[in-house]
């Protein structure tokens, strides 16, 4: 997020790191609920309103991404070789049996 000449960047962090954070911006992150992050911020900090504000925007923006738990449930189809495998296993061995199917 950019506010006036303070620019912040959250950068994810693996599990287990916490926030590594300046004590304003970490107060802000841990009220959002994040654990896990590192930012990387660049201009001048000690407005502290704009960096504030500038935290807040990089937050919003992180709202954009669609996370693994938002994602819908897959259903996959079975595999043609899953679903004959043990026909092929037969046929291989030289004893296939008849597949009939039936006429409607």
């Known amino acids: 997020g ?8 959250l950068v994810p962090a ?8 300046a004590i304003a911006l970490k107060r802000l992150l841990e009220f959002a609920g994040v654990e896990d992050v590192y930012t990387s911020c660049c201009g001048q900090t000690r407005t502290l309103g704009n960096f504030i504000k500038a935290g807040f925007q990089a937050l919003t923006n992180t709202y954009g991404f669609l996370t693994p738990d938002l994602w819908g449930s ?4 079975i595999s043609p070789f899953q679903q ?17 199917r039936e006429e409607a």
């Open 74 to 77: 897959t259903h996959f189809s």
């Open 2 to 9: 950019k506010c006036g000449s303070v620019t912040v960047r």
């Open 14 to 21: 693996p599990k287990g790191t916490g926030i590594v954070a």
């Open 84 to 100: 004959y495998s043990n026909y092929l296993k037969d046929a291989k061995l030289g004893k296939p049996k008849k597949v009939f």
